[in-house]
């Protein structure tokens, strides 16, 4: 029984196999030499001690005073206000008002006083604002009291995009390194803001409200989200990701060795290396931030670029067989032009995928669909020339060896 495979017309991949080493070279020292020069990478509030704050600029809708003897809570979904009453001896109630069913702050304010006779509403903005475009700052404290307001903010779908560098410009007061970053659409006055804070607890979360109240008004910054990291943890999770990246090549080595041969394995590790390389590259020339997404990203691209590898070896092993009178560099050629279909068409689709979590997303997330992106192309490349070129450049020198072993022989 023979088998017979026809393939119409095999690429030549292995003439470019010299000016690929050269342009993947220059790569390395483009990489390397982009990490001396921008002298490492911009840090993410990950991977170092710093506070990271997402606020929105948003004036004042309403504040809210509570001067009942029990005690009372403010809870809030989307599309929803809550007021939870309770204390000793009283029953806990909640009373709860539902923006479709008061449209506009003014009648808000009404049926809140009219069903709360201890609650009292300030209102500061126009009564015929919609509460559809109610904010609640992470911030405030739910416990209403009447020594300090509870202040909802709110922000109009066509609200004025305020500047970065107006943003940047009020948090210039604070000594420690501070970076700002637009997040959504201009309209949404959204920024994030990150704090370096080496001395641990010298920068606090308030702080950096009021330098930036202090410059927009007071009551108009309402605080989405609010993380601070440790120098330990920021040290530790540094070192957990230089660990898991060392772990992962070696577990690739050990695997590619185990089941096909050990150039093939070298092969490999030098190509996701390269990867790793590329991805450095674009993150340190780009000066986005190197956060825990950028790890994932990372060791993504180097799953998706060893599933590639081993396809190749697969198809390599296969032609082997089949063709043993086929000399190595039309055995690889042959192979790599078997692989090419498949590897185009499994990288556009998932490519597509990527595409749209990078149109449709903004910030760090942004960030990780382009760096996978680049990857997956630095991966594409890798397989057809980094992997077979070292494959082809040690079968050449191991069948110049053997031919050395027998003249010296003769």
Do not use: C
Not at 30 to 38: H, L, Q, V
Not at 268 to 294: G, H, K, S
Not at 304 to 313: A, P, R, W
């Amino acid at each position: 029984m023979s088998i017979s495979i026809n393939i119409k017309k095999i690429i030549h991949f292995s003439k470019f196999f010299r000016p690929a080493a050269i342009i993947s070279a220059v790569l390395v020292v483009f990489s390397i030499s982009g990490y001396i020069i921008n002298r490492g990478f911009a840090l993410g509030v990950d991977f170092q001690a710093g506070l990271l704050q997402e606020v929105q600029i948003a004036p004042t809708a309403f504040s809210l005073r509570w001067s009942g003897t029990t005690s009372a809570i403010l809870n809030f979904d989307r599309g929803n206000l809550y007021i939870i009453t309770s204390g000793s001896g009283v029953e806990s109630r909640t009373y709860p008002f539902s923006f479709s069913e008061y449209s506009t702050i003014g009648s808000l304010r009404r049926a809140m006083e009219q069903q709360l006779g201890d609650l009292s509403v300030t209102v500061a903005a126009n009564e015929n604002v919609s509460t559809q475009w109610l904010l609640f700052s992470s911030q405030s404290n739910p416990y209403l009291s009447g020594d300090t307001p509870y202040v909802v903010h709110y922000i109009e779908p066509q609200s004025a995009p305020i500047d970065i560098s107006e943003v940047r410009s009020a948090m210039s007061g604070l000594s420690q390194g501070v970076s700002v970053q637009n997040l959504g659409v201009p309209s949404d006055r959204q920024f994030m803001i990150r704090v370096e804070d080496k001395d641990e607890g010298r920068v606090t979360a308030n702080e950096v409200v009021q330098v930036l109240e202090s410059h927009f008004g007071r009551g108009s910054i309402a605080v989405i989200r609010s993380d601070y990291v440790g120098s330990r943890f920021s040290k530790d999770l540094t070192d957990q990701a230089g660990v898991l990246i060392t772990l992962t090549l070696l577990l690739i080595l050990i695997y590619s060795a185990f089941r096909f041969r050990l150039q093939y394995a070298v092969g490999a590790v030098i190509a996701i290396m390269y990867d790793v390389l590329v991805i450095i590259a674009f993150v340190v020339w780009t000066r986005i931030e190197f956060t825990t997404l950028t790890i994932a990203a990372i060791l993504t691209i180097l799953g998706y670029s060893t599933n590639n590898t081993i396809i190749l070896f697969d198809r390599i092993r296969e032609n082997l067989k089949i063709f043993p009178d086929d000399s190595f560099i039309d055995i690889l050629n042959r192979s790599l032009t078997g692989i090419l279909g498949r590897t185009i068409i499994t990288t556009a689709t998932t490519m597509l995928a990527v595409l749209a979590l990078f149109i449709f997303t903004t910030g760090a997330m942004k960030d990780f669909a382009l760096a996978l992106l680049i990857g997956m192309v630095s991966g594409v490349y890798t397989t057809l020339f980094i992997v077979s070129g070292f494959v082809y450049f040690w079968e050449t020198q191991k069948v110049k060896r053997e031919k050395k072993k027998k003249l010296a022989a003769v």
